[in-house]
């Protein structure tokens, strides 16, 4: 990988759950936020990667069945079905009602 391409791919970017923070009346909620490389970031947003409540990653089923190279390979499909990294306080975790929401839109998608 190139160093611009990786330099940008390292960038630390947040997905956050706005349809939930607008719901809780705009208080900004720590369990709202999922803290994801810009990759994932764009793969969550797009309904590429999903998060279930139970905080497994899931790829979607047409990206699984991609051939295109190792970025594809490590980046996103080896990911498929693997814990997601969360904090060892419960109260810091991201919300699994709001992971619930989220990964329905995802579901919908693929």
């Known amino acids: ?6 330099s940008r791919v ?3 970017a947040f997905a956050f759950l706005d349809e939930q923070l607008r719901r809780v009346g705009g208080e900004v909620l720590p369990r709202a936020f999922l803290a994801l490389c810009k990759l994932h ?3 969550f947003d797009n309904n590429i990667l999903g998060i279930r409540p139970d905080y497994r990653v899931e790829i979607r089923l047409d990206v ?4 295109d190279g190792p970025m594809l390979k490590h980046g996103l499909q080896e990911f498929h079905h693997e814990p997601l990294w969360t904090p060892r306080r419960p ?4 919300n699994p009602e709001f ?3 989220r990964y ?3 579901r919908k998608a693929s």
């Open 41 to 43: 970031h764009a793969a």
């Open 99 to 101: 992971l619930q929401e």
């Open 1 to 6: 990988m190139n160093s611009e391409l990786d």
């Open 10 to 12: 390292r960038v630390a």
């Open 64 to 67: 699984l069945e991609e051939s």
């Open 104 to 106: 329905s839109l995802f």
């Open 91 to 94: 109260g810091h975790r991201p």
